[in-house]
């Protein structure tokens, strides 16, 4: 009787762990303590550089992990750099996080995860994926919102009363097209990778980076860009990530 207790105890063991694999979000049981435990972790641990918050910067930085089924990170990659010192401020929370995956007994392949920051500004905010897609949903944990610390809001309000105000998404749009018409290709290109930064999932920003890097000769920014279009995150298009927002 002991043996088919035991038995049973087993099967529904395997059963819920098969279960949350196919139901639940990988981040569930593959970080300590859930997704609540991502969003805590992260969202205490990584730090608004004063440095970017001074040059009125806000993005979304999306980085690419990869998880083994021992609970080690095999693989980083930065999607959508934003500067040097925020992609390593990125970089350095992620290394930090290394203790936190969990082993999964269950699975014998690497697991990819995409890592959303968002450095907000009040009153600017990138654009994030939320899909409502369960396949998407599991590539992509809830965003983190990186805002400015209050204790800094005074200091740098009466620092940016003298400074230029934060353009607008709409008015570098505005200088975009005003440099394209004129076929000015190179002052277009850091106006366009801003808005890219911001809005990392618009497909028409990296179409007309194509069409740029195309009669500038730079066949191997081409790719880049028009793989990013067709597979952006582990087979799914651009097209894909944007149904069904929330």
């Given at each position: 009787?002991?043996?088919?207790f035991?038995?049973?105890?087993?099967?529904?063991?395997?059963s819920?762990?098969?279960?949350?694999?196919?139901?639940?979000?990988?981040?569930?049981?593959?970080?300590?303590?859930g997704?609540m435990?991502y969003?805590?972790f992260f969202?205490?641990?990584?730090?608004?550089?004063?440095?970017a918050?001074?040059?009125g910067?806000?993005?979304?930085?999306?980085?690419k992990?990869?998880?083994?089924p021992?609970?080690?990170?095999?693989?980083?990659?930065?999607v959508?750099?934003?500067?040097s010192?925020?992609?390593?401020?990125?970089?350095?929370?992620i290394?930090?996080s290394?203790?936190l995956?969990?082993?999964?007994?269950?699975?014998?392949?690497d697991?990819?995860?995409?890592?959303?920051?968002?450095f907000?500004l009040?009153?600017f905010?990138?654009n994030l994926?939320?899909?409502?897609?369960?396949?998407?949903?599991?590539?992509?944990?809830?965003?983190?919102?990186?805002?400015?610390?209050?204790?800094?809001?005074?200091?740098?309000?009466?620092?940016?009363?003298?400074?230029?105000?934060?353009?607008k998404?709409e008015?570098?749009?505005?200088?975009?097209n005003?440099?394209?018409?004129?076929e000015?290709?190179?002052?277009?290109?850091?106006?366009?990778?801003?808005?890219?930064?911001?809005?990392?999932?618009?497909?028409?920003?990296?179409?007309?980076?194509?069409?740029?890097?195309?009669?500038l000769n730079?066949?191997?920014?081409?790719?880049?860009?028009d793989?990013?279009?067709f597979?952006?995150?582990?087979?799914?298009?651009?097209?894909?990530?944007?149904?069904?927002?929330?």
């Open positions: 009787m002991k043996t088919y035991l038995l049973f105890l087993i099967c529904i063991s395997i819920e762990s098969l279960y949350s694999q196919k139901f639940k979000k990988p981040i569930n049981y593959r970080f300590k303590d997704e435990g969003i805590s969202s205490k641990s990584v730090h608004f550089p004063v440095t918050i001074e040059k910067t806000f993005a979304n930085s999306i980085t992990i990869s998880i083994n021992e609970g080690g990170i095999t693989e980083i990659t930065v959508n750099p934003i500067d010192i925020i992609d390593n401020e990125v970089l350095r929370v290394n930090l290394k203790n995956w969990k082993k999964c007994d269950s699975i014998n392949h697991q990819v995860f995409y890592i959303q920051i968002a907000s009040p009153g905010m990138p994926c939320r899909s409502k897609s369960q396949e998407i949903m599991k590539l992509f944990p809830e965003p983190i919102i990186v805002s400015i610390p209050e204790s800094l809001l005074p200091t740098l309000s009466k620092e940016n009363d003298s400074k230029k105000p934060i353009e998404s008015e570098l749009s505005e200088k975009l005003s440099n394209l018409n004129i000015k290709f190179e002052d277009a290109l850091p106006i366009l990778n801003e808005l890219i930064k911001r809005d990392p999932f618009n497909r028409d920003l990296y179409k007309v980076r194509i069409m740029i890097n195309v009669r730079r066949p191997e920014l081409v790719n880049q860009d793989n990013k279009i597979d952006f995150a582990e087979g799914f298009s651009l097209d894909e990530l944007n149904k069904d927002h929330y």
